[in-house]
């Protein structure tokens, strides 16, 4: 058992119509039809959104998003139409709202891997293959692959795990044509952030991309590049051997399987209130990671 500790209710705004609330974001469709994505500050780990927030995390995820899809914007058209508040939204709603275009979504969550760490290394230790591709021996965690892989999971419901397939699976899902569109996006879009993260003494250790279709042109869409959906390893500190330090929840992640929380991860018991350092520490690596990226000063 897992899903929100205390799931909120949404937001009602007229002329919006809420569709869905997820771990992080709330989603509502308004009178033109377009699709409204707010990012609020929720954060989970071991597939429970906590009952704690960290303040600010929604508007860095969306600016962060923001200045992603214009540095991808030459390779991969996105979903973004305006960053107009809706008229009657509320004031927090500010920075951390996205009109998009309404596309029809491909369910494959599309991976890519450029080290070796978390289910990949988990998987790699057991047959030296992650999702079906085989890799050299002698690879450890924290491990640079020789090349980026492309590692799709299927999209899995609040509180369940996504799981890692084959992209032969994935081509006898959505279509072989479809299948390679989705790869070589990813991949692309992977390698060229890659380099604009490594030129700012960050590695990006994997990520992960959503896509839909807008008629016949693949879009990409949801966030893009950040501390939620990437691994980000300050490469100062790199070590291949060893857990590498991060830009993402693992303040939280850390604490809660620590003696500290009281709390037994193997239980169906939800987990208990985050303490205010740990929240203090979450808020401050969300922002270092926006800072070291994209050259500006947090406000």
């Known amino acids: 058992m897992s899903g929100f500790v205390d799931k909120p209710e949404p937001i009602q705004v007229p002329g919006l119509v809420h569709l869905h609330t997820g771990k992080v974001r709330e989603l509502y469709r308004n009178e033109a039809g377009d699709l409204v994505m707010v990012a609020s500050d929720r954060i989970s780990a071991y597939d429970w959104v906590l009952p704690t927030e960290i303040p600010d995390k929604g508007r860095v995820l969306t600016q962060l998003s923001l200045w992603w899809f214009d540095q991808l ?34 369910p494959v969550e599309c991976v890519a891997r450029g080290y070796l760490t978390g289910s990949g290394l988990a998987e790699y230790n057991e047959s030296r293959t992650v999702c079906g591709l085989a890799l050299p021996e002698g690879l450890v965690d924290g491990s640079e692959l020789p090349a980026p892989i492309f590692t799709p999971a299927t999209k ?118 985050l303490p205010q350092h740990v929240v203090d520490a979450t808020r401050a690596k969300y922002i270092e990671a926006y800072e070291r990226l994209t050259g500006t000063t947090w406000s």
């Open 73 to 106: 914007a030459d390779l991969l058209p996105n979903h973004v139409l305006s960053t107009d508040l809706p008229e009657g939204a509320p004031a927090d709603w500010a920075g951390r709202t996205l009109v998009c275009k309404s596309l029809n979504m491909v």
């Open 156 to 273: 899995a419901a609040v509180g369940e795990h996504d799981e890692n397939v084959s992209y032969e699976e994935v081509a006898r899902q959505v279509g072989a044509e479809t299948a390679a569109q989705l790869r070589q996006a990813t991949l692309a879009a992977y390698s060229r952030a890659r380099d604009i993260a490594r030129d700012r003494g960050i590695i990006l250790a994997d990520t992960k991309f959503e896509f839909g279709f807008d008629g016949d042109e693949l879009v990409i869409a949801d966030e893009v590049l950040t501390p939620d959906s990437s691994r980000f390893w300050p490469a100062e500190e790199w070590e291949p051997g060893r857990p590498q330090p991060s830009y993402d929840k693992q303040f939280v992640r850390d604490w809660l399987t620590s003696g500290e929380s009281g709390w037994d991860r193997k239980s169906e018991q939800p987990p208990p209130p």
